[in-house]
């Protein structure tokens, strides 16, 4: 982290780190500073606070461009906190670590029970959450695609998925859309178009 700490004299988007808050993604060793921006987006859209990052590939490809990707420059989503740790998992108590990965063993997400104290753990583009940490895993899900999606994309669906099945068992409530968009659209206040449920 000291390494780290001196690179950053630019405005940089990482936080230093912090205790860990449920529900998490943890990113190991990402390549593309875009899907990075993507698992930002998504995490802001679902109410998830922290996005952990390890490794520094991205964070190369973030100081040679000498910007971040847009996702994490709108301020829309400062509500997420982006934090560069290689040891993420300490930071963490009483959580359940889930590893998202094409495994013989992992459960398919559509029968799969989102723990409520879960921080999910992807892998890099180019391959897995690491052997070390995926023996720490209580559960492992993967994601019913016939090909392998985008890791910003299997970041956003997870996190639907999580979304979904905590309004099915009555964790959460279908707001109408002018209750639930963080952001101004632009619409009539009362429309009932907008409104309805």
């Known amino acids: 982290m000291e390494r780290t ?3 950053t004299n630019r405005k940089w988007p990482f936080k230093e780190a912090r205790p860990g808050e449920v529900p998490a993604v943890i990113m190991f060793d990402p390549r593309d500073p875009f899907n ?3 698992a930002v987006r998504a995490a802001s859209c679902f109410g998830v606070s922290q996005v952990w990052v390890t490794g520094e590939r991205c964070a190369q490809n973030i100081w040679t461009r000498n910007r971040i990707p847009r996702e994490e420059r709108m301020k ?3 509500d997420v906190n982006i934090i560069l740790d290689d040891r993420p998992l ?3 108590t009483d959580v359940t670590p889930v590893a998202v990965e094409l495994l013989p063993n992992s459960e398919n997400l559509l029968v799969f ?3 409520e104290n879960a921080i999910y753990l992807f892998g890099p583009e180019d391959g897995s959450v690491p052997n070390s940490i995926r023996r720490l895993c209580h559960r492992r899900v993967f ?3 016939r090909h392998c999606t985008n890791l910003g994309a299997a970041i ?4 639907y998925d999580r979304l979904m099945k905590r309004y099915l068992s009555g964790a959460e409530t279908a707001l109408p859309i002018g209750e639930v968009l963080a952001e101004p659209r632009g619409w009539p206040v009362h429309n009932p178009v907008f409104e309805s449920r």
């Open 113 to 115: 029970e989102h723990p």
């Open 90 to 92: 300490e930071h963490f």
């Open 5 to 7: 700490a001196q690179k």
């Open 76 to 78: 829309g989503f400062s």
């Open 143 to 145: 994601i019913p695609t």
């Open 156 to 159: 956003y669906l997870l996190l």
């Open 36 to 38: 990075v921006g993507s």
